[in-house]
C-alpha cells in the first residue's frame, strides 16, 4: 500500500471537505456535499491533478435509517473500521479546545483512479489514548451533537487539518474550502502569516490577510440560510479561545456571531457557486464579493451502471476520460443498444425493491424515481398533492414510483415527509405500486438512477444550489423532470434532454402540483407509452447534451485552470 511518502514530492492542492464518499462502505458522507466531493477527488485522480484530501474519520458514520411500516425513520450508529481501509498516520498534531490540548492523529486513505492516478485522503482521528473521553469522541459522529460539538469537529479539521499536512510535510499551493465547515484553516494560515510585531504600523492588521487570500478558494454549496454554520462568539470564546485577536476575528467572520461562510468569502481570492444560477443568487446573498460559477458535476464511470458502461467501452472508447465524447451518442449508438440496456438496469431495479420491500413493479410500467434529502424544500410530497388526480392519471396510463432519502436526525419536519409519503402508498395501494428504499446510499442511487424511466425533482426554486443526481440519471439515459432550478436550468432541452415543471418564475406548490400533472398526463407519459421511438431519442439526449457537459471530467478542469493556477 502506498505511503504517505508517495505523495509529498510535489506541491499539491489541498481539498478540505467535513464529508467525503470515498466508498459505499465507508460512511464518512451524508449526502450530496459528500457525493460530490468524492466525485470531484475521483476526477482529480483520473486527471492526474496533485491534491491531498483533508476531512474527519467520522469513525461512527452519519447513520444507518430503518423505516417501519407506518414511515417512521429511526436511527442507527454506522461505524467502520479505518484499519480495513487506511494506514495510520504517525504523524500527531494539537489543537486547544476549552484551553485543553487535544490531539490529532489520521489515516492516509489512497483512493486510486479509473484510469489512472492515486489521491492521498487524510482522515483526521482525535480517539486517541492521550484525548479525555469527550475529546476522543470529537471525530466520531458526522454531524452530530450540538453547536459546541459541530464548533469542535471544525477546529479539528480546518486547524488540526492544516497542521497535519504541514506535520506530514506536504508542499501546498492551494486551500480549497468545500464549504464553510473548513474555513477555521484560513485562520491558521492568519497566524502563520502573520506580521512580526517589529514591522506593524499602528491601526494596520497584524496578519497578511492579501496572502491568505492568494493561497485560498472557497466553494460555496446551498442558498439556504441554515447550510450556514453561525456560532455565538460567547461560544466561540469558550471553546476555541483567543486564538486570533477579536478585532479582526469579527472584522472577517461578522460583527454579532462567527460566520463560518462570511469568512470564507473573506479569505479567499476565487470564490464560485455550483451552478450559474446559485452563482447569481450567492452575488447577491453576498455583495460586494466576485462569485464566479462552475457548475457542479458528476463523476463518470462511478454513476454509469454496467449495462451502458458497455456500450460506451464499445462505441466511444475514451468517454471516462473525456465524457465530451458522449456527444455522438445520438449517432453512434442504436436505438436498440439503448433500450436493451435500460431494459437490463431496470430489472435490477426491481429486484433490488422486490428484495428488500417486497414490492413487486412490472418491467412495462412507466417508473417515476425521487430520491433526495427528506427536508421541506425539497417537497418530496409535490407528486401526491392531489391524489385523485394522480390516480385518474394512473388509470390511462399506468405509474409506478420508487422513493428514497434519509432526514437528518434533528429535522422532525423531514421525519414527518417520509410518514406522510408512506401514508401516500397506501391511500394509493392497489391504484400506484409505490416502494420507499430504506438506508439510501451509493449502491442503492446508482440502483436507482439507471434503472427509472425519468428522475423527477422537485426543489422550491431558488432552494436548489445545483442538484447532482439527475445529472447521473442522464449518465444511463434516464431523462430529468424538475423545476427549473440549479443546474437545470443550464441542463434542461424541453423535450430533448427532459421536461421543465413550470417556469423560471416564482410560483406556488399548487401551480408547481398543476404543471407536474399537465407535464405527466399530456407529454411524458403518450409519449413513453405511444411513441416507443421518440421516447429513446430523448433517452438519447440526455445522454448526448447532458451527461457530455454535467460530469466532474469538467469541473475539475475547470477548476485546475481557473482556480488552482496562480
Given at each position: 500500500?502506498?505511503?504517505?511518502d508517495?505523495?509529498?514530492?510535489?506541491?499539491?492542492?489541498?481539498?478540505?471537505?467535513?464529508?467525503?464518499?470515498?466508498?459505499?462502505?465507508?460512511?464518512?458522507?451524508?449526502?450530496?456535499?459528500?457525493?460530490?466531493?468524492?466525485?470531484?477527488?475521483?476526477?482529480?485522480?483520473?486527471?492526474?491533478?496533485?491534491?491531498?484530501?483533508?476531512?474527519?474519520?467520522?469513525?461512527?458514520?452519519y447513520?444507518?435509517?430503518?423505516?417501519?411500516?407506518?414511515?417512521?425513520?429511526?436511527?442507527?450508529?454506522?461505524?467502520?473500521?479505518?484499519?480495513?481501509?487506511?494506514?495510520?498516520?504517525?504523524a500527531?498534531?494539537?489543537?486547544?479546545?476549552?484551553?485543553?490540548?487535544?490531539?490529532?492523529?489520521?489515516?492516509?486513505?489512497?483512493?486510486?483512479?479509473?484510469t489512472?492516478?492515486?489521491?492521498?485522503?487524510?482522515?483526521?482521528?482525535?480517539?486517541?489514548?492521550?484525548?479525555?473521553?469527550?475529546?476522543?469522541?470529537?471525530?466520531?459522529?458526522?454531524?452530530?451533537?450540538?453547536?459546541?460539538?459541530?464548533?469542535?469537529?471544525?477546529?479539528?479539521?480546518?486547524?488540526?487539518?492544516?497542521?497535519?499536512?504541514?506535520?506530514?510535510?506536504?508542499?501546498?499551493?492551494?486551500?480549497?474550502?468545500?464549504?464553510?465547515?473548513?474555513?477555521?484553516?484560513?485562520?491558521?494560515?492568519?497566524?502563520?502569516?502573520?506580521?512580526?510585531?517589529?514591522?506593524?504600523?499602528?491601526?494596520?492588521?497584524p496578519?497578511?490577510?492579501?496572502?491568505?487570500?492568494?493561497?485560498?478558494?472557497?466553494?460555496?454549496?446551498?442558498?439556504?440560510?441554515?447550510g450556514?454554520?453561525?456560532?455565538?462568539?460567547?461560544?466561540?470564546?469558550?471553546?476555541?479561545?483567543?486564538?486570533v485577536?477579536?478585532?479582526?476575528?469579527?472584522?472577517?467572520?461578522?460583527?454579532?456571531?462567527?460566520?463560518?461562510?462570511?469568512?470564507?468569502?473573506?479569505?479567499?481570492?476565487y470564490?464560485?457557486?455550483?451552478?450559474?444560477?446559485?452563482a447569481?443568487?450567492?452575488?447577491?446573498?453576498?455583495?460586494?464579493?466576485?462569485?464566479?460559477?462552475?457548475?457542479?458535476g458528476?463523476?463518470?464511470?462511478?454513476?454509469?451502471?454496467?449495462?451502458?458502461?458497455?456500450?460506451?467501452?464499445?462505441?466511444?472508447?475514451?468517454?471516462?476520460?473525456?465524457?465530451?465524447?458522449?456527444?455522438?451518442?445520438?449517432?453512434?449508438?442504436?436505438?436498440?443498444?439503448?433500450?436493451?440496456?435500460?431494459?437490463?438496469a431496470?430489472?435490477?431495479?426491481?429486484d433490488?425493491?422486490?428484495?428488500?420491500?417486497?414490492v413487486?413493479?412490472?418491467?412495462?410500467?412507466?417508473?417515476?424515481?425521487?430520491?433526495?434529502?427528506?427536508?421541506?424544500?425539497?417537497?418530496?410530497?409535490?407528486?401526491?398533492?392531489?391524489?385523485?388526480?394522480?390516480?385518474?392519471?394512473?388509470?390511462?396510463?399506468?405509474?409506478?414510483?420508487?422513493?428514497?432519502?434519509?432526514?437528518?436526525p434533528?429535522?422532525?419536519?423531514?421525519?414527518?415527509?417520509?410518514?406522510?409519503?408512506?401514508?401516500?402508498?397506501?391511500?394509493?395501494?392497489?391504484?400506484?405500486?409505490?416502494?420507499?428504499?430504506?438506508?439510501?446510499?451509493?449502491?442503492?442511487?446508482?440502483?436507482?438512477?439507471?434503472?427509472?424511466?425519468?428522475?423527477?425533482?422537485?426543489?422550491?426554486?431558488?432552494?436548489?444550489?445545483?442538484?447532482?443526481?439527475?445529472?447521473?440519471?442522464?449518465?444511463?439515459?434516464?431523462?430529468?423532470?424538475?423545476?427549473?432550478?440549479?443546474?437545470?436550468?443550464e441542463?434542461?432541452?424541453?423535450?430533448?434532454?427532459?421536461?421543465?415543471?413550470?417556469?423560471?418564475?416564482?410560483s406556488?406548490?399548487?401551480?408547481?402540483?398543476?404543471?407536474?400533472?399537465?407535464?405527466?398526463?399530456?407529454?411524458i407519459?403518450?409519449?413513453?407509452?405511444?411513441?416507443?421511438?421518440?421516447?429513446?431519442?430523448?433517452?438519447?439526449?440526455?445522454?448526448?447534451?447532458?451527461?457530455?457537459?454535467?460530469?466532474?471530467?469538467?469541473?475539475?478542469?475547470?477548476?485546475?485552470?481557473?482556480?488552482?493556477?496562480?
Amino acid at each position: 500500500m502506498a505511503a504517505i511518502d508517495d505523495f509529498t514530492h510535489e506541491p499539491r492542492v489541498a481539498y478540505f471537505s467535513m464529508e467525503i464518499a470515498l466508498h459505499n462502505d465507508i460512511p464518512t458522507y451524508s449526502g450530496g456535499l459528500g457525493v460530490l466531493a468524492g466525485d470531484t477527488l475521483r476526477s482529480a485522480t483520473d486527471l492526474e491533478v496533485p491534491v491531498v484530501a483533508v476531512t474527519l474519520a467520522s469513525t461512527m458514520g452519519y447513520f444507518r435509517q430503518t423505516i417501519d411500516a407506518e414511515g417512521r425513520q429511526a436511527e442507527q450508529a454506522s461505524p467502520w473500521n479505518p484499519s480495513q481501509w487506511a494506514v495510520s498516520l504517525d504523524a500527531v498534531v494539537a489543537v486547544t479546545i476549552e484551553g485543553r490540548r487535544v490531539w490529532v492523529g489520521g489515516w492516509l486513505y489512497v483512493l486510486k483512479g479509473h484510469t489512472n492516478g492515486e489521491q492521498p485522503v487524510v482522515l483526521l482521528d482525535t480517539d486517541l489514548e492521550q484525548n479525555n473521553p469527550d475529546d476522543r469522541a470529537i471525530t466520531r459522529q458526522l454531524y452530530g451533537g450540538d453547536k459546541a460539538y459541530r464548533l469542535k469537529q471544525e477546529i479539528v479539521l480546518g486547524i488540526g487539518g492544516t497542521r497535519m499536512l504541514q506535520a506530514l510535510g506536504f508542499e501546498l499551493r492551494q486551500y480549497h474550502m468545500n464549504e464553510g465547515h473548513s474555513a477555521l484553516l484560513a485562520l491558521e494560515l492568519l497566524r502563520r502569516f502573520a506580521y512580526p510585531p517589529e514591522d506593524m504600523r499602528p491601526g494596520e492588521s497584524p496578519y497578511n490577510i492579501p496572502r491568505v487570500r492568494e493561497l485560498c478558494c472557497f466553494t460555496t454549496h446551498t442558498p439556504v440560510e441554515a447550510g450556514h454554520d453561525k456560532f455565538d462568539y460567547d461560544l466561540v470564546r469558550r471553546v476555541l479561545g483567543d486564538y486570533v485577536d477579536f478585532p479582526t476575528l469579527q472584522h472577517l467572520a461578522g460583527e454579532q456571531e462567527l460566520n463560518m461562510t462570511r469568512l470564507a468569502l473573506n479569505l479567499s481570492e476565487y470564490i464560485n457557486g455550483v451552478a450559474r444560477r446559485h452563482a447569481e443568487i450567492s452575488r447577491h446573498m453576498y455583495p460586494g464579493y466576485r462569485v464566479h460559477a462552475v457548475t457542479n458535476g458528476v463523476h463518470p464511470f462511478t454513476w454509469t451502471s454496467e449495462p451502458f458502461r458497455r456500450i460506451y467501452d464499445e462505441r466511444l472508447p475514451g468517454w471516462c476520460h473525456e465524457p465530451e465524447l458522449l456527444m455522438r451518442a445520438a449517432c453512434c449508438i442504436t436505438d436498440a443498444a439503448v433500450q436493451t440496456a435500460h431494459v437490463e438496469a431496470k430489472q435490477r431495479l426491481i429486484d433490488e425493491v422486490n428484495t428488500r420491500t417486497g414490492v413487486s413493479l412490472a418491467a412495462d410500467c412507466f417508473t417515476i424515481g425521487f430520491a433526495r434529502r427528506m427536508t421541506a424544500y425539497k417537497r418530496p410530497d409535490l407528486l401526491f398533492s392531489d391524489l385523485q388526480r394522480l390516480k385518474n392519471i394512473a388509470q390511462r396510463h399506468p405509474i409506478q414510483i420508487v422513493l428514497a432519502g434519509k432526514a437528518h436526525p434533528q429535522d422532525g419536519p423531514g421525519k414527518q415527509l417520509i410518514e406522510v409519503l408512506h401514508r401516500h402508498m397506501r391511500e394509493l395501494d392497489g391504484v400506484i405500486s409505490i416502494a420507499y428504499l430504506p438506508a439510501y446510499d451509493m449502491t442503492t442511487a446508482l440502483t436507482l438512477v439507471s434503472g427509472v424511466d425519468v428522475w423527477l425533482n422537485t426543489p422550491l426554486r431558488p432552494m436548489e444550489a445545483s442538484g447532482t443526481s439527475g445529472m447521473k440519471a442522464a449518465f444511463n439515459a434516464v431523462p430529468h423532470l424538475s423545476v427549473l432550478d440549479g443546474w437545470w436550468i443550464e441542463g434542461c432541452i424541453e423535450g430533448v434532454t427532459g421536461w421543465a415543471i413550470g417556469d423560471d418564475v416564482p410560483s406556488t406548490n399548487g401551480d408547481d402540483a398543476g404543471h407536474l400533472y399537465q407535464k405527466l398526463e399530456q407529454t411524458i407519459l403518450p409519449l413513453y407509452y405511444e411513441n416507443p421511438a421518440g421516447w429513446v431519442t430523448v433517452m438519447k439526449g440526455a445522454i448526448s447534451q447532458c451527461a457530455s457537459y454535467f460530469n466532474s471530467q469538467r469541473m475539475m478542469r475547470r477548476y485546475a485552470s481557473e482556480a488552482y493556477v496562480k
